[in-house]
């Protein structure tokens, strides 16, 4: 089946400088951009139910900048004053620096991983008196708890915010050829807005090995998955795709 019309599961870039874009007027295909997430905030009743409190910690971890934004606007709303002295542990350096938009950066109490959450374990160990909390969403990071665990590290988690599936009409889904989906919440997404979904002729693309063992779970045909030996992204994989698949 030609691949004229695809939908990528994001929102539409804010510029037009996106691969996207030159890969649609180089292969003649209409490319559009329809977010099937969405990111929300939990309420401060709901924080509360958790009984959690923040202050009685002493560092905190951030795996996302959903998780600062959301975070930090809670604190707000519930008027806790984060103390000048709190660390940061954050999973990469671009999640630290974006700290900046709520609190002045300083070196000394903010820390960063590489990108993997096992970068984390010699800093924590290092630092095993520090009182952790760490923001999450609906879905838990388990692998977390075990390295502060196996390091008798006192810890505490709370619901921040969460992921839910964006409405949107199953004629709208399913009038396209390809679909690219970026993440397992996509695909749970499309479940919800198509129960009764059959891919039929209907191509699926994704990135990302846990996004492609989900698709496969759930009995779909996975017809391009990103990264591969030739393609280390998405745009790079869907234009060799489309030039092989004239």
């Not at 209409?30 to 924080?47: H, M, N, Y």
């Not at 290092?126 to 502060?148: D, G, L, Q, R």
Request: proline share 4%; charged share 25%.
């Amino acid at each position: 089946m030609k691949v004229s019309k695809i939908l990528v599961s994001q929102p539409k870039p804010a510029t037009e400088k996106s691969p996207y874009f030159d890969i649609a007027e180089k292969h003649k295909v209409q490319i559009d951009f329809c977010s099937f997430i969405k990111v929300e905030g939990v309420t401060a009743k709901e924080f509360r139910q958790q009984k959690v409190s923040i202050l009685d910690h002493t560092a905190i971890v951030f795996l996302s900048r959903h998780a600062i934004d959301h975070f930090f606007t809670l604190c707000k709303e519930l008027r806790v004053a984060i103390p000048d002295d709190m660390k940061y542990f954050c999973l990469s350096e671009t999640i630290s620096l974006y700290i900046q938009k709520y609190v002045q950066y300083r070196k000394r109490k903010v820390f960063f991983g590489n990108g993997h959450i096992t970068d984390l374990e010699p800093l924590f160990s290092k630092h095993k008196t520090e009182k952790y909390f760490v923001p999450t969403s609906n879905v838990h990071n388990a692998e977390i708890n075990s390295i502060f665990d196996k390091y008798g590290i006192t810890h505490s988690q709370a619901e921040m915010y969460r992921t839910v599936s964006t409405e949107i009409a199953p004629e709208y889904i399913k009038s396209y050829d390809m679909l690219i989906f970026f993440s397992p919440h996509g695909i749970e997404s499309l479940k919800k807005n198509v129960p009764d979904y059959e891919q039929g002729e209907q191509q699926i693309a994704c990135f990302g090995n846990v996004t492609a063992k989900c698709i496969k779970e759930n009995n779909l045909r996975l017809d391009l998955e990103a990264p591969s030996a030739t393609a280390t992204n998405m745009p790079a994989a869907l234009d060799a795709y489309l030039a092989a698949n004239k």
